[in-house]
Nanobody, 122 residues
Framework: QVQLVESGGGLVQAGDSLRLSCAAS????????VGWFRRAPGKEREFVSR????????YYADSLKGRGTISRDNAKKMVYLQMNNLKPEDTAVYYC???????????????WGQGTQVTVSS
């Protein structure tokens, strides 16, 4: 079992930066890949970024490439998503999720957090 709690969202202006955090509990956390997803109002949930269990492998959606960095600290059971040069279209609820597979497919993620709201004003 893995439990996830996101934090770090907020209201920012276009061009600002935010670092989202995902705090995990559970002894097996270090064996799980972690992904970030987001859901904007009226839109489908979409993949944002993911990191493998060791932290060595990362992958980003085109929407975040060049603006984001995902990282993890297995000793602290934390995963972070640094987002820079935020745009109004980044406005969404952001979720972290854990999977035994290194994947971008949300259906393969077994555990989900409750989400944190990111709002970017123009």
């Amino acid at each position: 079992q893995v439990q996830l709690v996101e934090s770090g969202g907020g209201l920012v202006q276009a061009g600002d930066s935010l670092r989202l955090s995902c705090a995990a509990s559970g002894r097996a956390f270090r064996t799980y890949a972690v992904g970030w997803f987001r859901r904007a109002p009226g839109k489908e949930r979409e993949f944002v970024s993911r990191i493998d269990s060791s932290g060595a492998g990362t992958y980003y959606a085109d929407s975040l490439k060049g603006r984001g960095t995902i990282s993890r600290d297995n000793a602290k059971k934390m995963v972070y998503l640094q987002m820079n040069n935020l745009k109004p279209e980044d406005t969404a609820v952001y979720y972290c999720a854990a999977s035994t597979r290194t994947t971008i497919v949300p259906g393969w993620y077994d555990y989900w957090g409750q989400g944190t709201q990111v709002t970017v004003s123009s």
